[in-house]
């Protein structure tokens, strides 16, 4: 940075430009004696006209109307001893000068000014400052074209330089980036570039969910925190708990998830490895989890509202059974774990973890693992699957849902807070879901067919109430319900 307090730090025909960028430039039209000096910051040496105008020639006065002019500087101060003369006019104080080899500058403020030697310690002024005048500087008729000679000074070489240098900056900057890139995935085995899913860093999941404070929710398979990406996407991040597979393995799971895309599936967007730690980062949808608002006693889901969410349920299931190149079974379906966004359509969530936290998992484990029993017909009630009574009992909502449907008695089954519903449409429901409980593993209906049945292309017939419902009728009144529906 410029000293103002240095002497001649910029030298003859050097400029100071006062304010944040306080460097030496040369004049327009001239260049420094030492390009090598000067960019390094050693401008002492000054500058030198680009094209000298030495006058040689006898007829000293043409020579110098053809080939000389004068660049105006505007606002500048000029330090040094000009000479004084009486002339009337700018034009006047122009011809002076011009007429005069020796004469390098001048200037007209009520009088005439010249300067007969080098100019010293030039200082450009910012604008609203008044302290300088407006100069005149004697240059080759040839250097002065293409220069702006209003308001500014411009030195093409000083800009070049930045600029080169500032593309330099970014090259390695971006240089540094892609090697770093590069690096965190050779050495966390990353996906290739044709993987769907993003590979992020803990601390920009620890950023985007500010240190993971805004907590979502928990479920069996960890915890679920909030958290906006640098582009300000919203994305839910679920930090696994549990985990008992190697990197290599993990990354292959992930994979497979990675490439499930249907519109009633909440979408992977990428993952995290950190140690042992495992994060899953999701979109975020915007309404949150359909239990938020099927239990709502303030907003009551209309009926048109609950099919079109059992539907798309339905259509998710189907993909992950029937449509992925691996089957993927849910293990806990239920509203807390389906999503919905602000058209109400529903997205399954958690789906693929059960197999992703255990692969060997037995049939005795997908039982615990879900929500034992949790059958669809209380999402139509608006009633949880169980209930504390006052005796201190838990009354469980199937064993009456599913007596109701067995005696024909579904009307009774709906949630009377809606003001109507579609009989047909209700029958359908209930019946596909006591037909999904069913003991026999082979009376259960495809997610194909119960898609086939909610859309009315499949008839269904009445169900017979599960065995292991029937004991919890013989030992339950479910008569306890029906007077709070």
């Known amino acids: 940075m410029v000293n103002s307090n240095d002497i001649h730090v910029c030298g003859p025909f050097g400029v100071c430009r006062t304010g944040s960028d306080e460097k030496c430039y040369c004049l327009p039209g001239f260049r420094p004696v030492s390009s090598r000096s000067w960019d390094l910051g050693a401008w002492n040496q000054g500058c030198v006209r680009r094209t000298d105008i030495s006058c040689v020639d006898s007829n000293i006065h043409n020579v110098q109307q053809e080939n000389?002019?004068?660049?105006?500087?505007?606002?500048?101060?000029?330090?040094?001893?000009?000479?004084?003369?009486?002339?009337?006019?700018?034009e006047e104080c122009k011809s002076i000068c011009l007429n005069n080899c020796t004469c390098t500058a001048y200037a007209y403020q009520r009088e005439c000014?010249?300067?007969?030697?080098?100019?010293?310690?030039?200082?450009?002024?910012?604008?609203?400052?008044?302290?300088?005048?407006?100069?005149?500087?004697?240059?080759?008729?040839?250097?002065?074209?293409?220069?702006?000679?209003?308001?500014?000074?411009?030195?093409?070489?000083?800009?070049?330089?930045?600029?080169?240098?500032?593309?330099?900056?970014?090259?390695?900057?971006?240089g540094a980036v892609v090697w770093t890139f590069q690096k965190r995935n050779a050495n966390q085995k990353a996906f290739s570039s044709d993987d769907p899913l993003i590979l992020y860093s803990y601390s920009l999941l620890q950023n985007c969910?500010?240190?993971?404070?805004?907590?979502?929710?928990?479920?069996?398979?960890?915890?679920?925190?909030?958290?906006?990406?640098?582009?300000?996407?919203?994305?839910?991040?679920?930090?696994?708990?549990?985990?008992?597979?190697?990197?290599?393995?993990?990354?292959?799971e992930v994979r497979a998830l990675g490439q499930i895309h249907h519109r009633n599936l909440v979408r992977l967007k990428g993952f995290c490895l950190r140690g042992a730690e495992r994060l899953l980062v999701y979109e975020l949808i915007a309404k949150g989890s359909l239990d938020s608002h099927l239990f709502n006693d303030v907003k009551v889901l209309d009926w048109y509202t609950r099919f079109h969410v059992i539907l798309?349920?339905?259509?998710?299931?189907?993909?992950?059974?029937?449509?992925?190149?691996?089957?993927?079974?849910?293990?806990?379906?239920?509203?807390?774990?389906?999503?919905?966004?602000?058209?109400?359509?529903?997205?399954?969530?958690?789906?693929?973890?059960?197999?992703?936290?255990?692969r060997n998992f037995s049939r005795a484990l997908t039982t615990v693992r879900g929500t034992i029993g949790y059958l669809a017909p209380e999402w139509i009630a608006g009633k949880r699957n169980t209930e504390l009574m006052e005796s201190g009992t838990i009354k469980y909502f199937?064993?009456?849902?599913?007596?109701?449907?067995?005696?024909?008695?579904?009307?009774?089954?709906?949630?009377?807070?809606?003001?109507?519903?579609?009989?047909?449409?209700?029958?359908?429901?209930?019946?596909?879901?006591?037909?999904?409980?069913?003991?026999?593993?082979?009376?259960r209906p495809t997610m194909q067919q119960i898609v086939h049945i909610l859309q009315g292309t499949r008839d269904v017939g009445l169900p017979p109430v599960p065995a292991f419902l029937q004991h919890l009728v013989e030992e339950y009144d479910p008569g306890s319900y029906s007077s709070n529906v």
């Open 398 to 443: 199937p064993v009456w849902a599913a007596d109701k449907i067995r005696n024909g008695d579904i009307s009774e089954v709906f949630d009377h807070r809606m003001n109507d519903t579609d009989v047909q449409e209700l029958d359908r429901a209930c019946k596909v879901a006591c037909w999904c409980i069913q003991d026999n593993e082979a009376h």
């Open 312 to 358: 798309g349920i339905a259509k998710g299931l189907h993909y992950l059974h029937e449509e992925c190149h691996e089957c993927i079974i849910h293990c806990d379906i239920k509203p807390e774990n389906i999503l919905v966004d602000e058209d109400f359509s529903p997205k399954v969530a958690d789906f693929g973890l059960a197999k992703l936290m255990d």
């Open 113 to 174: 000014i010249v300067w007969n030697s080098e100019l010293w310690d030039l200082k450009q002024l910012s604008d609203g400052n008044i302290d300088g005048i407006d100069i005149y500087v004697r240059l080759a008729a040839s250097d002065l074209q293409g220069q702006d000679n209003e308001n500014k000074i411009h030195h093409a070489r000083p800009m070049l330089i930045a600029v080169l240098g500032s593309i330099f900056v970014t090259l390695c900057v971006f």
């Open 68 to 90: 000389h002019a004068f660049l105006k500087i505007a606002n500048i101060k000029v330090s040094g001893n000009p000479i004084q003369l009486n002339a009337q006019s700018t």
């Open 209 to 252: 969910t500010k240190n993971f404070s805004d907590k979502l929710g928990q479920g069996s398979f960890g915890s679920v925190y909030k958290g906006s990406l640098p582009n300000s996407q919203l994305i839910a991040v679920k930090k696994l708990q549990g985990m008992r597979q190697g990197e290599k393995q993990f990354q292959t």
